[in-house]
């Protein structure tokens, strides 16, 4: 077995490799930027009052001034402020040429064309300087960015109607055993329905993900290769028949296939059966069976693969943990009413319920101590 940050840097140098695209601003979210984005322009692009008030020389603001117009935004006021003058201005509103101050409403005093203030703003200004936010030729963010909601907001403020990304990767999802059968079926003794497969192309419609699905083989070589053989897919996930048993045929089938085995076990539980295997551009990532191990490492594993970052937190404990064992362990949690952490009550690995309840994974690394209440934990976060 290796470890999971050892099965981590394999995953990374062996990423499948994908072209690049360009997509609407509106479609971007959850892609990851195949280049470098650069601001077209300062932001603002000019110096605008951030409060409605009036724009005067801060030489004369202690003195009456005659208010000679006003800017609002979407309407400058296009001539320069002289000694003496002061200009209306509301929220957003261009800074008037010739002034360097705006005195809050809520201090002016107004008569007529005049204005004075009854106090200045000692300690605040309220001017947003042009290119206080972002300055022309300036990275925005760098190539491999995940977009996300408040990156849209950056990219449609430096006017980008489109955004060039990396081409997600193709993925197959492949499912193996003789006892499976598929959701809606009349099941006999011994059979169970096929969980993983809806789940799993849910989860990565929800990573914004279309799956292929090579659906259900048995547990038969030639089966699972039939189903391989002619797959272009960038990335296949195979889930099951992935163990050393007489009927655990899946690696096996991708090695006739010409696929070369990178690792075969991960020190992790759940999931010690995790495998990864290479063709060319190619890439198999092989899950256990049981549904809590394909759900833990497809966050652990796959999302990595695909250049999908995880979103790790440090957690407070609500209740003890004991020593861990010699395998890096990922217990499924939910967070307490207080927002600290607490493992579910039921981690075997064949129980689904429990996921519908999780909401982060505690890690705990090969070997750690016992912690206790109020201890600090590694985590990596379920919600979106």
Same mark, same amino acid.
């Given at each position: 077995?290796?470890?999971?940050?050892?099965?981590?840097?394999? *995953? /990374? #140098? $062996?990423?499948?490799? %994908?072209?690049?695209? +360009?997509?609407?601003?509106?479609? &971007?979210?959850? =892609?990851?930027?195949?280049?470098?984005i650069?601001?077209?322009?300062?932001?603002p692009?000019?110096?605008?009052?951030?409060?409605?008030?009036?724009?005067c020389?801060?030489?004369?603001?202690?003195?009456?001034?005659?208010?000679?117009g006003?800017?609002?935004?979407?309407?400058c006021?296009?001539?320069?402020?002289?000694?003496?003058?002061?200009?209306r201005?509301?929220?957003?509103?261009?800074?008037?040429?010739?002034?360097?101050?705006?005195?809050?409403?809520?201090?002016?005093?107004?008569?007529?064309?005049t204005v004075?203030?009854?106090?200045?703003?000692?300690?605040?200004?309220?001017?947003?300087?042009?290119?206080?936010?972002?300055?022309?030729?300036?990275?925005?963010?760098?190539?491999?960015?995940?977009?996300?909601?408040?990156?849209?907001?950056? *990219? /449609? #403020? $430096?006017?980008?109607? %489109?955004?060039?990304? +990396?081409?997600?990767?193709?993925? &197959?999802?492949? =499912?193996?055993?003789?006892?499976?059968?598929?959701?809606?079926?009349?099941?006999?003794?011994?059979?169970?329905?096929?969980?993983?497969?809806?789940?799993?192309?849910?989860?990565l419609?929800?990573?914004?993900?279309?799956?292929?699905d090579?659906?259900?083989?048995?547990?038969?070589?030639?089966?699972?290769?039939?189903?391989?053989?002619?797959?272009?897919?960038?990335?296949?996930?195979?889930?099951?028949?992935?163990?050393?048993?007489?009927y655990?045929?899946?690696?096996?089938?991708?090695?006739?296939?010409?696929?070369?085995?990178?690792?075969?076990?991960?020190?992790?539980?759940?999931?010690?059966?995790?495998?990864?295997?290479?063709?060319?551009?190619?890439?198999?990532?092989?899950?256990?069976?049981?549904?809590?191990?394909?759900?833990?490492?497809?966050?652990?594993?796959?999302?990595?693969?695909?250049?999908?970052?995880?979103?790790?937190?440090?957690?407070?404990?609500?209740?003890?943990?004991?020593?861990n064992s010699?395998?890096?362990?990922?217990?499924?949690?939910?967070?307490?009413?207080?927002?600290?952490?607490?493992p579910?009550?039921?981690?075997?690995?064949?129980?689904?319920?429990?996921?519908?309840?999780a909401?982060?994974?505690?890690?705990?690394?090969?070997?750690?101590p016992?912690?206790?209440?109020?201890?600090?934990v590694?985590?990596l976060?379920?919600?979106?």
């Amino acid at each position: 077995m290796i470890s999971v940050d050892e099965a981590l840097t394999l *995953l /990374a #140098s $062996n990423r499948p490799v %994908t072209s690049t695209e +360009t997509v609407p601003l509106e479609r &971007a979210l959850g =892609r990851c930027l195949s280049q470098d984005i650069i601001a077209a322009f300062d932001h603002p692009a000019f110096s605008v009052s951030i409060m409605d008030g009036y724009a005067c020389r801060k030489a004369d603001a202690k003195n009456s001034l005659t208010v000679i117009g006003e800017s609002r935004a979407g309407t400058c006021f296009d001539r320069t402020i002289e000694a003496g003058q002061a200009v209306r201005v509301f929220t957003g509103a261009v800074l008037p040429e010739g002034a360097d101050w705006v005195e809050i409403q809520e201090h002016a005093k107004r008569s007529g064309e005049t204005v004075s203030f009854t106090e200045l703003s000692e300690y605040v200004t309220y001017i947003r300087s042009a290119g206080a936010d972002f300055q022309k030729d300036q990275t925005l963010f760098p190539a491999g960015h995940q977009i996300s909601p408040s990156t849209i907001l950056s *990219l /449609a #403020s $430096n006017n980008m109607p %489109t955004v060039p990304v +990396t081409r997600r990767p193709t993925i &197959a999802i492949l =499912r193996s055993g003789d006892e499976l059968n598929i959701v809606g079926s009349h099941l006999k003794r011994g059979q169970i329905i096929d969980a993983n497969g809806p789940a799993m192309i849910a989860l990565l419609k929800s990573w914004g993900i279309d799956a292929i699905d090579l659906g259900i083989t048995k547990d038969d070589p030639k089966d699972i290769r039939s189903r391989i053989e002619n797959c272009r897919a960038d990335v296949i996930v195979p889930i099951g028949g992935a163990s050393v048993g007489d009927y655990d045929f899946m690696r096996q089938a991708f090695v006739q296939e010409g696929f070369k085995s990178i690792f075969e076990k991960v020190a992790i539980k759940p999931g010690k059966p995790t495998w990864f295997a290479t063709r060319g551009d190619q890439c198999v990532l092989g899950l256990a069976g049981n549904p809590a191990s394909a759900w833990v490492c497809a966050h652990i594993f796959l999302r990595p693969l695909l250049g999908l970052k995880n979103q790790t937190r440090t957690y407070t404990l609500a209740v003890n943990l004991p020593p861990n064992s010699k395998r890096e362990t990922y217990l499924r949690a939910r967070l307490t009413q207080a927002g600290h952490v607490e493992p579910l009550g039921v981690q075997d690995s064949g129980m689904v319920t429990p996921l519908a309840a999780a909401e982060c994974l505690i890690r705990r690394r090969v070997k750690a101590p016992s912690a206790q209440i109020g201890d600090s934990v590694e985590g990596l976060s379920l919600l979106s």
